[in-house]
């Protein structure tokens, strides 16, 4: 029996499944006569029995295996080759729940990036489930992009093992909710201690067992870790305040000092607590030598095994937890320490405003579960939320994941969980042979009931960035910290308040503006025929060509209207409404571009600042460049067929990757940077002239850009050589005849002929610069980051940062008709300059 069930069914299902199958309800002697039954032996009977029941089975199994699963679409999660302990958790989950099959895909979401997600919903095929950073939650659940989950928690009540508040950090599940409603449930968790290493602090003549406990000692011991070489510049550094992840934020909170009142109508980035937090952050930069020159030999720290506080180069870091996973897989013999973050002498104490206070304070993130809004499987998702924060899939996981990293010869060290009972499980089943690691990963664990998280809101982005662009700015000296710190949040109050009034805003309707434009389409419409009749005339032959014509042009005609002029029609719309895209738009009238040139005056001045920057520095090297190159090409000389092809191979280079690539070129750290290294053997060696921090110092970020576009000067040439050759020979034999030097020829006869080139150089040089977004977004940091300062902040990506960071769809398009009218006000500008002085062949003389 057992082989027979093996040979019918040998892998799908398994034996009890199959004889469950074959306990179908079948009489053998209802179903065949007497007469007939008879005259069988009885083991035929049996045989033909059983074959009946096996067929019966079969068929039932098949159907059975016909029925559709749901699957079930997750974002922010992906499979891959260091991912067991997911993939078993996964698969598991599958077994135990065999009508659902999980598509598990990344595509970048779940983080601050929220362009897809957004797209998803708007277009009503968003994911079941998103793994999403919980910084973000309250975010999207302010403008209803999340389901709450409350009703799923009250339906836990009375279960085994329900997902209960009481399980989780309280941080961590704070941290996902909004107005009292759960629209996430927490996964992972991190926190933030002090690495160090203990080598170091031994070769500086420092206890290793005493690592620094207040703000104070952590100053005096940066000092003394401090290694600088003969040049002066750093060889390593005691510790970054801002290096590692740590940020103003933790300083505040372990100052005592908060970003926003409770009721979160209010933000408190400037209260004296912060400040005196900021203060102490550009403080330490000073000691250390500047924000600038830190910041350079910063700029060339790498990671992996590369990484700094692996290498040596940085004796302390205020990291993530994350970072044990790290040591584990890349410096599993490092010689480091992990300790509580330094805190003020005060707080150490539990004098003053901290008496009563825990001593030390960390700050945790991390990612939970969200539905978004239109999911279209939620009793499934639930089930595969309850099951991925369970204590039973986080020790398969972890099971299946340690039995990888021993196989490549690795320690593990297991993720953090939000889940309380899930670590101290995992504390117990996976102890850690490295007794540093496991001390750490003790001290990480113990610090999350003291973890400080950021503040739940739908100004949370631009919080965030508020708070980064004062840490610049003061730890520079461009404004002091308290100067800083109340100027942006004072442009975060105006968000805020803006926020809360727009309810008060009428509902924008389309039906007048439709109806004028629809009116205006008519009448060209009609203007149009009567033109085409007035020109075809009565010729049937010249309508049918007219018609064949208009019929042949009709796709594009099509696709402009709808592709093209409908999307700059609505953007005009737009710009006089407060509009987020997921929410119908309300008018707000000209307050777009009074908050422009206003509220944002400073950013939107310093944006165009930048862009006429690279267009009146970049466009005249790059054509001097391109025209350089072009007069040598234009040489007749052997072999010049590869030598244009060298020169104009750049210029085809996608422009991500030739970013990615000058990135590492322009490095600021001489140790990573080619052209810095060649200044450093060179000139500073010759004249003790210290390489520039290209990118990562204001002063040196737009050179950078330009240097960086001189390389793609290749594409340019292509039409110098083409004008170089359109030169006629006589015009330069009458000139050496007349006596004048090669400078002479160049500029009367070359440079005339060549304007109508340089005209149009100018102007699409002109509407390139203004138009900079890809370069600036890769060099500037990625997601909006714009460089030290702002040094890299251009029309276009501040236009990005507010379309799609903000949700501010209606100012994005504001920004947009304004840089459209200034492209082409210099644009007409220059059509009309261009009759002084750019020659034409055909005009009369």
Sequence with gaps: MENLQREAFPTRFPARQVTSHIAYSFDFKEAVPHSIRSSFPKRAIARATLLLALAVGAYSLKAQAQTPKTKLIVWGLQSGAETAGLD??????????????????????????????????????????????????????????????????????????????????????????????????????????????????????????????????????????????????????????????????????????????PDGRTCTLNNPNSVAALQYMSDMYDALGGYDKVNIFQSGFQGAEQDPFFTGKIAMVINGSWNLGGIARYAPDLDFGVAPAPVPAERLKGEGRFKGQPPYITWSGGFSLAMPRGAGHPKEAWRFIKWMTSVDSAVIGAKAQQKYNLSKGRPFVFDLSANKKINARLLTDFPLSNDRLQTGQKAVVGLLSAAKYRPVTFIGQPLWDAHVRAFERACQHAQTPQAALTEQRNLV???????????????????????????????????????????????????????????????????????????????????????????????????????????????????????????????????????????????????????????????????????????????????????????????????????????????????????????????????????????????YEAAQIDGASRWKQFRHVTLPILSPYIFFNLIMGTIGALQEFDRVYVLGGGSGGAGPLDSMMVPVLFLFRNAFQYFKMGYASAIAWVVFVIILALALLQLWAQKYWVHYETEKR
């Design 493 to 731: 109050q105006k968000e805020l308040d803006k926020t809360y009034g727009r309810n008060q805003l009428p509902i924008f309707s389309f039906a007048g503006p439709t109806i004028v434009i629809g009116a205006l389409c008519l009448v060209g419409l009609v203007f149009g025929g009567v033109r085409i009749k007035n020109q075809v005339g009565h010729s049937p032959m010249a309508r049918r060509e007219a018609l064949t014509g208009y019929m042949m042009a009709a796709p594009w005609i099509v696709g402009f209207l709808l592709l093209t002029a409908g999307p700059i029609v609505a953007s005009m719309l737009l710009a006089f409404c407060d509009y987020d895209v997921l929410h119908a738009p309300r008018y707000a009238g000209v307050s777009n571009f009074h908050d422009l040139f206003t509220d944002d005056r400073e950013l939107i001045l310093k944006a165009f600042y930048n862009a006429f920057y690279l267009a009146i520095f970049g466009i005249p090297l790059g054509m001097s460049t391109g025209l350089a190159i072009a007069m040598l090409l234009n040489m007749k000389v052997k072999g010049m067929n590869w030598y244009r092809t060298a020169f104009y191979i750049p210029s085809i280079v996608p422009g991500i990757a030739s970013a990615v690539l000058w990135a590492w070129i322009l490095a600021g750290d001489p140790s990573k940077g080619l052209l810095n290294a060649l200044w450093n053997a060179t000139l500073t060696q010759w004249f003790g002239w210290l390489p520039p921090g290209w990118f990562g110092v204001a002063d040196w970020a737009k050179p950078g850009l330009i240097v960086q576009g001189l390389w793609g000067a290749g594409g340019g040439m292509i039409l110098w050589l083409a004008g170089l050759q359109g030169v006629p020979t006589t015009l």
């Design 88 to 261: 078993a958790q996964v698969a598991e989950f599958e077994k135990r729940n065999p009508d659902i099959e999980v598509s598990l895909l990344s595509l970048g979401a779940g983080g601050m990036n929220p362009q897809k997600l957004m797209t998803s919903i708007v277009g009503g095929t968003p994911p079941d489930l998103i793994n999403q950073d919980r910084f973000t939650i309250g975010d999207w659940a302010s403008r209803d992009a999340f389901e709450p989950l409350d009703d799923f928690l009250k339906t836990e009540k009375g279960t085994k093992n329900p997902v209960q508040a009481s399980d989780f950090y309280s941080a961590a599940w704070n941290e996902a909710l909004y107005k009292g409603h759960v629209y996430g449930i927490p996964t992972g968790i991190d926190d933030r201690v002090l690495y160090y290493n203990r080598r170091v602090f031994k070769d500086a003549g420092l206890d290793p067992n005493k690592p620094p406990r207040t703000w104070e000692e952590l100053k005096d011991y940066a000092k003394k870790l401090t290694k600088l070489n003969e040049k002066g510049s750093f060889e390593r550094i005691g510790f970054i305040p801002n290096y590692g992840n740590s940020w103003l934020y933790l300083y505040s909170w372990q100052n005592g000092g908060d970003f926003m009142s």
